[in-house]
């Protein structure tokens, strides 16, 4: 059974560009679908986007504009930039593994937007 | 995008109890429904899919039914591990999740 490790800054300022990364292992990326999936505080989990190795990416429209999904098969890694971000950002993010349902996630990594 | 509606949202039970969570989606998600279980500072796990299958070791006391629109979970026998929060979620079309349920 593989896990999941998402890393980034904890901080990032309004109007820059949120950067994370996903590390996977015992599991190579190559084989499965990639998500991105977020929680602002006292909201519901939200579907970022979606990726695999073998196609293009798919993004929630809601975000597509600012999300960039992709995979790093060297390091085994699955990273997110959002750019733009406002306070609206702010929310703690998971990596998560599957194409309809999520069968593996990480533990998630707060982010927070703010000057 | 296709909304889920949850409830309730929050849930007071005790160990032994037999409890029920409903999710309504706003359009026929031909069972293509997924269900979570979440605990402050975990990863969520998922705890059925299909509406109604168990993933290789998760309980039996956890089932889920519904179809069209309306879907439920039901944990019986409520063990004191059972305690956190429940996520439903389709994934019909572009990935939606319900507000969740906590269970406490």
């Known amino acids: 059974q593989g896990q999941l490790q998402e890393s980034g800054p904890g901080l990032v300022k309004p109007s820059e560009t949120l950067s994370l990364r996903c590390t996977v292992s015992?599991?190579?990326?190559?084989?499965?679908?990639w998500n991105w999936i977020r929680q602002a505080a006292g909201k519901g989990l939200e579907w970022i986007g979606r990726?695999?190795?073998?196609?293009?990416?798919d993004y929630n429209p809601s975000l597509w504009s600012r999300v960039t999904i992709s995979l790093d098969t060297s390091k085994n890694q699955i990273s997110l930039n959002l750019n733009s971000v406002t306070a609206a950002d702010t929310a703690v993010y998971y990596c998560?593994?599957?194409?309809?349902?999520?069968?593996?996630w990480g533990p998630g990594t707060l982010v927070t937007v703010s000057s | 995008d296709i909304q889920m509606t949850q409830s309730p949202s929050s849930l007071s039970a005790s160990v032994g109890d037999d409890v029920t969570i409903s999710c309504r989606a706003s359009?026929?998600?031909?069972?293509?429904l997924a269900w979570y279980q979440h605990k402050p500072g975990k990863a969520p796990k998922l705890l059925l899919y299909?509406?109604?299958r168990l993933p290789s070791g998760v309980p039996s006391r956890f089932s889920g039914s519904g179809s069209e629109t309306d879907y439920s979970l039901r944990i019986s026998r409520l063990q004191p591990e059972d305690f956190a929060t429940y996520h439903c979620?389709?994934?019909?079309?572009?990935?939606?999740f319900g507000q969740g349920t906590r269970l406490e």
């Open positions: 990726m695999h190795i073998r196609e293009s990416p």
């Open positions: 359009q026929d998600i031909s069972n293509s």
């Open positions: 015992g599991d190579y990326i190559g084989t499965f679908y």
């Open positions: 998560a593994r599957g194409y309809g349902n999520f069968d593996l």
């Open positions: 299909a509406t109604s």
């Open positions: 979620q389709q994934y019909y079309g572009t990935r939606t």
